[in-house]
């Protein structure tokens, strides 16, 4: 056990960080190599300007506002898990480093500060994992069902892992947040701290799912979160 | 099997072929969107799916479908099952991208298809009939010469025809030096008479073209023919010295002047105008050029976007705004504008005549219920392929209406 958890806390956090760099990079490398379509593919209506397509490409990014035109259910999904998974990554910038300057512009202490982040964490943790089970349940039926491939099962599994496992350190295991932060920092100093006495199994399985989902990112479905940028350009074009 | 088609496919990919199938999330939006599957249910014409059997093929031409790998990908070999399946996914399909406004990331079947349907000729595998008239089209060029004095008979006889029942002074003018306007007809006098009675009314001197506008080596995807085919029209537009190339009401090649002729020819048509011959009469309207009767018809009527010059040019509004000109009872169809069902006949489907009626038919279903619930008795749309696959349901269904050109009811209105 002890030899497991070592080499997923010291050994592949670094693979998983090359893994998703390198393999993003070699994917993009990829698409470029073959030339651009020498047509314009844009769908109408579209602002006419080139500033109001840029804009129009980000707020449809943001927004979803193509899907909730066509598919109002599905959007209340999509949207809402995309907008925790959002507010989990910006809340888990607090493992590496804080948000002093909030901190000190709200005026507020240790006390205030760790009250905030656990609603904040338990919500967004909520908003991501809840539609995360509609998102895979409806995948058992219909037409969703023929087209689902072991690849959408697989995502999707492990994403509930990640947010079960995470809610499970915030409400159950109670991982305290500064050593944690202490033990990050040394991941990417190279100056290797040991794993707090908080960090408990739902600690290792989080922290290594996490690391499959980084290692197979950039071979998968998931790249839809740079592809569909471009594709929205061009698609204004 | 299917070696020459994964080759070919993979040697016409473009940037967005090469991501669609790694992005795609299969989330199933796309489902809703398609006439075809929403008339069928045949999961082969999901659009995700279209493009999961492509990347499958892909994938199925080095592998058994045998491995963990395979089962994972969900590739199963390519065998006669995966040829069938694939003919579905590329020839059943219209080409109309009501799937890329449906789908979250904007993907675009449509693009893949035409990659697609190249590649399964070259297996032999589709309509060739939709291939050979595209053939005839880029060979017309070098014919010109021996069938132009037949055709100009023609023209002159339908010109003593007009001058007789529009007007003494109408002109159908080939071959016009220094004319302002070439106009580039469809086969049959059909989409040349409302053109030409638009053009005298305002006071316009042009030149009716000796081709067609039709291309059917785009739909087929062979991008190379159909630069060819539309360079015949480009080079008689130069000769001419004309200021504008007008398309008529033809939703395919409209979408081809407008969204390919640029990446085509470049510079050498930096200055001609590129227009449809539908917002080019609703300028004339607007300026006063060309003077209707005010709301001459009181018909219940209904207005169909054609996928090409709707969704794929942006057309909503001209010809609307020229029903309006001169119709009382109009109404709008849902959905309409960008989320409008497709006819169920484009992307060359009619020219396969037979070999795809009955896909057609079933295809038009979703038309045929946007149709029935307006009660609107005439159905006008500006593009020919809409307008044969219309007629085609009008029969097939009973639906008891009639189909006409938005410049067909400008011309029947003119004041002249």
Known sequence: MDVIEYILTYITPYIAVIALLGGVAYQAYRWRQKSPVAAHLSLYPRPESRLGRLGDALVDMFTMKGLFTVNKLLWVGGFIMHLGLLLLILGHIRVVTDFYFLWDWLNWGEAETHTFSAVAGTGAGLLFMI?????????????????????????????VGIAITGMHMRLVSEVEQHPMRVFMQGLYKFDWQPLPESAGLSFIWHFALVQLLMIYFPFGKLMHTIGSVFNKMVMRS | MLERFVETIRGRFSRPMQYYGDICVRCGACADACHFYAASKDPSHIPAERMMLVKQAIQGAND?????????????????????????ALWDCTGCRRCAVYCPFDLDT????GAGRYAMLQEEIGPEMIAEIGDAEVSKGEIIDFIKDFYVEQTMELEARLKEEFHPDIRVPVENKGAEALYVPL???????PAAKIFHAAGVEWSLSLYTATNHSYFVGDGAKAKAAANWIVQE???????????????????????YFEGWFGDEIAGLERVNIVPLTYEYLKEGRIKVRPDVFDTALTYHDSCSLGRSSGMYEEPRELIHAVATNYREMTPNRALNWCCGGGGGLIAAAEDK??????GGLPKVQQIRTTGAEWVITACE?????????????????????????IADALIV
């Open chain 2, 187 to 193: 086969v049959g006098e059909a989409a040349i008479i």
């Open chain 2, 110 to 113: 449509g693009l893949l298809v």
């Open chain 2, 64 to 88: 058994s479908g045998r491995s963990l790998v395979d089962w994972y990908r969900e590739v199963q070999g390519n065998d006669a099952a995966m040829a069938a399946k694939l003919e579905k």
């Open chain 2, 385 to 409: 392929n809409c307008k044969t696959q219309l007629e085609d349901l009008n029969e097939h269904f009973e639906l008891g209406v009639e189909i006409k050109g938005v410049i067909d009811l």
């Open chain 1, 131 to 159: 539609p995360l089970f509609y998102l895979f349940f409806r995948r058992f039926g219909g037409k969703i069902k023929i087209l689902s491939t072991p690849e959408d099962y697989f995502v999707l599994v492990l994403l």
């Open chain 2, 357 to 362: 009626f009955e896909m057609r038919m079933q």
């Open chain 2, 237 to 259: 537009a130069l000769d001419l010295g004309v200021k504008a190339i007008v398309y008529p009401e033809c939703g395919h090649a409209s979408r081809t002047l407008f969204n």
